[in-house]
């Protein structure tokens, strides 16, 4: 065989092996080994490497797309200093994916705007990184999808669907009640996912509220015996972000201190 085939003959074995790094990169990488004086092993490890590289940024660029974040976030970008409720230790350890592995479940509670669905978010975007696969929905959303596929007699597909991310996030239960049959659905799919894929949910409620969310306490009961028995609960007690935002540009006052009544 001439030497002149021996490019062509490379390019398609490792087009065969879907290693398209290496073949569209082969001539800048091999140049890359020799000005580094790098060893046979060493440039086969090199050219490995850049190969896994592209690969882990595929994925990651395909679980995101998947996963249906509202918005990038991450928790450096967090203010912790403004909510001094939470342990960063705590959200750190938990952004180690543990709980996730184990199919455990989160809750985030708190007020409207201290920064659940940011931190649900970053959480999410860790667990991609660590290699689960992650799906994030409004809570409005997923009942409406649950619902929908109950009428079209498809539910079992969809509980099928929703049971397959390791990570499913649902966010903001509890801005809208549900109605008792919606309540069961959700039931069903807390049920689907006990102790083999984990939830987070995040919730303006505290879990003794949900009684009136779901519309139902012994559903609601349910629910929460299931979801809370491997499980870490975090509240978080602080202002709204966007409203401090708007105090300091003068746009809202703080409101003003109850005076103590006195007795006449």
Not at 19 to 48: F, Y
Not at 82 to 96: H, I, N, T, Y
């Amino acid at each position: 065989m001439s030497a002149e085939t021996i490019p062509d003959r490379l390019d398609l074995l490792l087009g065969r092996l879907k290693l398209g790094v290496i073949r569209d990169q082969l001539d800048a990488l091999l140049d890359e080994a020799a000005r580094g004086e790098l060893s046979m092993r060493e440039t086969v490890a090199l050219l490995c490497e850049r190969e896994v590289a592209r690969r882990d940024h595929r994925r990651i660029e395909m679980a995101m797309g998947l996963a249906r974040f509202p918005f990038a976030r991450d928790l450096a970008g967090f203010d912790f200093s403004a909510q001094p409720s939470l342990d960063p230790k705590q959200l750190r350890d938990l952004a180690q994916g543990r709980w996730i592995a184990n199919g455990d479940n989160l809750l985030l509670l708190g007020p409207p705007g201290v920064g659940k669905t940011h931190l649900a978010v970053a959480l999410g975007r860790e667990a991609i990184l660590a290699g689960y696969g992650v799906l994030f929905t409004p809570a409005a959303v997923l009942v409406a999808q649950l619902s929908k596929a109950h009428e079209q007699g498809a539910l079992e597909d969809k509980l099928a669907s929703l049971a397959k991310p390791k990570l499913l996030i649902i966010d903001e239960l509890g801005y809208l009640p549900f109605d008792p049959n919606a309540a069961h659905l959700f039931f069903q799919l807390v049920s689907r996912r006990y102790e083999r894929g984990a939830m987070l949910i995040t919730s303006n409620r505290a879990v003794g509220d949900w009684g009136e969310v779901f519309g139902d306490t012994i559903v609601a009961t349910a629910i929460l015996d299931r979801l809370l028995h491997h499980s870490a609960v975090i509240t978080i007690r602080g202002d709204s972000y966007r409203l401090r935002e708007k105090r300091r540009a003068g746009l809202l006052q703080k409101p003003a201190p109850t005076e103590p009544k006195t007795k006449s």
